[in-house]
């Protein structure tokens, strides 16, 4: 008998944290026993998906990343919203082990009711977006969260990735960081819907607004991701509680701009394009891999590699000769039946 | 008649440093009709590499990798070297321009004739690894140069890929930064074969020390990379010429372990079998997407995905049904001839 995915689909429905929790870990496991009942208890969970306010935060280390969370999360649960977060824990990639710990992240929100943190371990994209967030973030609606918010660091591949996920995309900068981050940050921007620079209190008020223009001007250079929509810049204090209601505000404005036009549906519609593109090439991985001919060989040249008696662009196109082609007859040693 | 590989191969192994920019463009060219070419230029200089000093250096953006990079390929020209650098260039994501021109970096440099300077657009990954940045490496390697230094931007996933490809990786740090760092830091340095503190110089030389001693402190809680091998930490100055041999007589140190043990050549071995499956994965993708029968459907679930008639994880398995099975009986929708 299969695992039965009912007490998973039902305990996350119920809002059971603990079920949540146990629910998460069954789809980031990487067991290949562990698949088929993490599809049917995806499959029994979508249906319930889509309602929730889907927010990805991200900013370079420093930036204040969990403070800001922190503070908008209470915030947000403060007016009976529910809030969860898919957080980097910014772990080791090699040992899993945190080395300044870490605990202290986000203990306020952590602890209430309405909240549910999930730190995703760093792992090995060091950027925080672990392979199964978009399942995770569709996990957390289906058990009733309002606010989903996705964290990443801020320089690598996670932001597109984020980007490709959510609905909101916000990106948090400091007054006057160095030169050379201008670069990267013009790949962010022109990813952000909204920039919020932070840290904007005690003496550093004047820098922010002066950081407010100069991205303000720097956004005018760039193509908009929305016709009807230039990224606003705001200051804020997470620290502080300052402006982080002004974020909030603008976040539900873009929204209505979006529902309004229809295209909350569209963006959407594309993001689930883009997601089954990532589940097919996994799953052809999958099939690939599992054939004994291709293990077979894979073994043969790879020994090959390491003697020295074959190139790596030349075993390639060994194994590739495995897969079926087009014309059977012109590749007799192919995965078709005999 | 297919277009001839040889005027590249023959340009590349004369040092004519047109003819090597060209190549690696043709390399990184995304047209279909280049792959063939693409393909018959690497195999015709691959039995040209392997002699040159592959070095990875990192760090986050503000660690001063463009100086250091210059100082140390100075370095090494002024002893007669040829030196290539594959370098981030952290120009805009989307639209391929830099915000910031940044048009000054390693300007000394790039003027030596015995270097050369391959900006690579930071592009999707934000993290400066290109997709071709290894067969760039190998191309370089042709072109007869004896050190090649692949740069990355120190967050991301691009680390691994360029850890994954070189004899030396190096991270670039600062003293006394920030404390959110150090889970990322972390990640970093357990890749590390050294760690060099930049910018020890003026007021900061006894933060640089005291840092030293904190990341010496540090690595004693890692497993290190290799048993023989506790990665060093230095100090250094890239802007005042400071410590600069100390770092590549260290590098030598670490060739001189490895080949004593005869390890280069195991871990390039390594690292050819990485590279083989990274190919595969693009082989198999191309063949799997060039599918007639997979294309007609893709087609179909996307709509259904649109219109709400269906889900990713739903619409996946049915592209993936295309597939043959190794039972043929039980899957008669799938590629196998009639």
Request: glycine residues 8%; neutral net charge; contains cysteine.
């Amino acid at each position: 008998m299969p695992p039965d995915p009912r007490p998973y689909i039902e305990g996350v429905r119920s809002g059971d944290r603990r079920m949540l929790a146990k629910t998460i870990t069954l789809i980031e496991s990487r067991l290949l026993s562990h698949q088929d009942l993490t599809q049917s208890v995806i499959d029994g969970l979508l249906p319930f998906t889509g309602h929730a306010i889907r927010l990805g935060i991200t900013g370079v280390p420093g930036v204040g990343k969990s403070t800001f969370i922190e503070s908008l999360g209470l915030h947000l649960v403060e007016q009976g919203r529910r809030v969860a977060v898919l957080a980097v824990d910014p772990s080791s990639a090699r040992s899993g082990g945190s080395i300044m710990g870490d605990k202290t992240r986000m203990e306020k929100l952590a602890v209430h009711e309405h909240a549910f943190i999930r730190p995703s371990p760093a792992g090995r994209t060091l950027g925080g977006v672990s392979r199964k967030t978009r399942e995770s973030m569709l996990v957390c609606e289906a058990g009733g969260f309002d606010v989903i918010i996705v964290e990443t660091v801020g320089v690598g591949q996670s932001e597109y990735a984020v980007a490709s996920m959510v609905d909101f995309f916000l990106v948090l900068m400091l007054a006057g960081a160095g030169d050379e981050l201008q670069g990267i940050k013009r790949g962010l921007l022109e990813m952000a819907d909204a920039v919020a620079i932070n840290k904007a209190d005690g003496d550093n008020i004047d820098a922010a607004e002066r950081a407010k223009k100069a991205y303000e001007n720097a956004m005018h250079l760039m193509t908009p991701v929305h016709p009807c929509w230039t990224p606003p810049i705001l200051t804020c204090s997470a620290l502080a509680h300052k402006g982080i209601d002004d974020v909030w505000q603008m976040i539900l404005r873009h929204r209505e701009m979006l529902t309004s036009r229809g295209e909350l549906n569209l963006k959407r519609q594309e993001q689930a394009i883009s997601w089954m593109h990532q589940l097919l090439e996994e799953g052809l991985k999958k099939w690939f891999y599992e054939k004994a001919e291709v293990r077979e060989r894979l073994k043969d040249v790879s020994r090959h590699i390491e003697t020295g008696k074959t190139h790596p662009t030349a075993a390639v196109r060994q194994i590739l000769d495995l897969l079926p082609q087009s014309d059977p007859k012109s590749n007799p040693k192919s995965l078709q039946p005999k």
